[in-house]
């Protein structure tokens, strides 16, 4: 059974951090291209980082470039989004997303609110 957990959201003060996670099981993780989407409210869902399989290629919306760090680990079937200096509107559902050429699968999404 294919699961994506994300877990490591939270409310947070503007300026502040928080590091996502996003544990996965069913597949061959390695073999897989891994994302972190957001949508906030009233907003369409939007890519927000993304890591090749091997982790040696990233990118990033414009929104969070010199903010977030997506990273991953193939040995423990996880990736991460760091999230610096945060700012209300990076205010979303955050979903970790795993693709290849033939499947894709979606997480549940964790919650992220910046506030004062």
């Known amino acids: 059974q294919v699961q994506l957990v994300e877990s490591g959201g939270g409310l947070v003060q503007p300026g502040g951090s928080l590091r996502l996670s996003c544990a996965a099981s069913g597949f061959i993780f390695s073999r897989y291209v891994m994302n972190w989407y957001r949508q906030g409210p009233g907003k369409e869902r939007e890519l927000v980082a993304t890591?090749?399989?091997?982790?040696?290629?990233?990118n990033y919306a414009d929104s969070v470039k010199g903010r977030f760090t997506i990273s991953r680990d193939n040995a423990k079937n996880t990736v991460y989004l760091q999230m610096n200096s945060l700012k209300p509107e990076d205010t979303a559902v955050y979903y970790c997303?795993?693709?290849?050429?033939?499947?894709?699968?979606w997480g549940q999404g964790t919650q992220v609110t910046v506030s004062s």
């Open positions: 890591i090749s399989s091997a982790g040696g290629s990233t």
């Open positions: 997303n795993a693709y290849n050429i033939q499947y894709t699968y």
